[in-house]
């Protein structure tokens, strides 16, 4: 089956640090989103992109979150600095043109301390 | 704006029993609805969709889920829930119209499963 691969699975790291996620969309799907999940505030969208331009980044905190599609077959979610508060995990999906529905990835736990 | 109501964080069935998850909408466009079914450190997978066609709804795993549009509810049953059934579940709305937009997900509803 073909899948949505998210890396790393696990992340700890210090405040104040840059950490960088990464997803492989699923080939040949043209939307690719960012959500983030915590308990509180269950699923949020970050960011997604259609053939890869952005099309809407306003769920994401500017000043320190970016995310990217340098291509096809790679996005990146990139936060720096880093603070504690950004402890979640974090869920790349993709699906393709004229479509219902959105495959997710495994997620990235990220743990700030 | 669209929005979604899972009503029910928890429920616990017992194996064998009936699942009834319940969801409502809101949404100003004809809705595209969604079920996703997270099992833990899992990422979500899709149950069914409803996207304007018959208004029940086949899934993956003995799900279904019926549209009604005149209650605003697109809730997901199961006959008979199995032990592996246990698992969070999440109802969603595309945002705008089109096939493409942003899943807008209730809270999320954790189904528990008694032997």
């Known amino acids: 089956d073909a899948r949505v691969t998210q890396t790393p699975r696990h992340k700890v790291t210090e405040m104040g640090q840059e950490v960088t996620m990464r997803c492989q969309p699923i080939l040949g799907h043209n939307t690719v989103f960012w959500y983030r999940q915590t308990m509180m505030q269950g699923l949020e969208l970050l960011a997604y992109f259609r053939n890869r331009a952005p099309l809407d980044d306003s769920g994401m905190p500017k000043d320190r979150f970016s995310a990217e599609m340098p291509d096809a077959t790679l996005a990146t979610l990139k936060i720096q600095p880093s603070e504690p508060r950004d402890s979640a995990v974090y869920f790349c999906?993709?699906?393709?043109?004229?479509?219902?529905?959105?495959?997710f990835g495994s997620g990235t736990r990220l743990t700030v301390v | 704006a669209q929005s979604v109501t899972q009503l029910g964080s928890h429920v616990s069935v017992s194996e064998g029993a009936l699942v009834l998850l319940r969801c409502n909408y809101s949404?100003?466009?004809?809705?595209?609805l969604f079920w996703y079914v997270q099992y833990p450190n899992q990422g979500l997978q899709l149950l069914l969709k409803?996207?304007?066609?018959?208004?029940l709804v086949k899934g993956i795993n003995d799900f279904e889920a019926e549209f009604k549009k005149s209650e605003t509810s697109f809730h997901l049953t199961k006959p008979s829930a199995h032990m592996s059934d246990a698992a969070e579940y999440f109802c969603?709305?595309?945002?705008?119209?089109?096939?493409?937009?942003?899943?807008?997900f209730g809270k999320g509803t954790k189904l528990s499963v008694k032997p």
């Open positions: 969603a709305v595309s945002e705008g119209e089109g096939s493409q937009g942003n899943l807008i």
């Open positions: 949404s100003s466009v004809p809705p595209y």
């Open positions: 999906a993709s699906g393709p043109r004229d479509s219902y529905g959105y495959t």
């Open positions: 409803y996207t304007s066609a018959a208004t």
